[in-house]
Nanobody, 118 residues
């Protein structure tokens, strides 16, 4: 069974940092684009950052300069380093990956809660 498992969420004070991790497991032949999304309470899920298999990245304007997405293709993992966190960053964070498992499709992680509060 193919799955994505996230870790690293929690409670942090404004100005603090967190690092989210997401690891893929199962019968995976290749991983293409990977991304992080977030869904604040009562709002829609929005794109935070993307990274291609070659390492090219893109960020939502609201996180540019504060968040960094990276990946380890050997470990089949994607990471999100979040610095200078703000209360408006509070959300459930989901990782996403396009993977070839015999078919090409997108997979979602289960989500990890990030709460920024004093």
């Amino acid at each position: 069974q193919v799955q994505l498992v996230e870790s690293g969420g929690g409670l942090v004070q404004p100005g603090g940092s967190l690092r989210l991790s997401c690891a893929a497991s199962g019968n995976i032949f290749n991983i293409y684009n990977m991304a992080w999304y977030r869904q604040p309470p009562g709002k829609q899920r929005d794109l935070v950052a993307t990274i291609t298999s070659g390492g090219s990245t893109n960020y939502a304007d609201s996180v540019k300069g504060r968040f960094t997405i990276s990946r380890d293709n050997v470990k089949k993992a994607v990471y999100l380093q979040m610095n200078n966190l703000k209360p408006e960053d509070t959300a459930i964070y989901y990782c996403f990956a396009e993977m070839w498992t015999g078919v090409l499709r997108g997979y979602w992680g289960q989500g990890t809660q990030v709460t920024v509060s004093s």
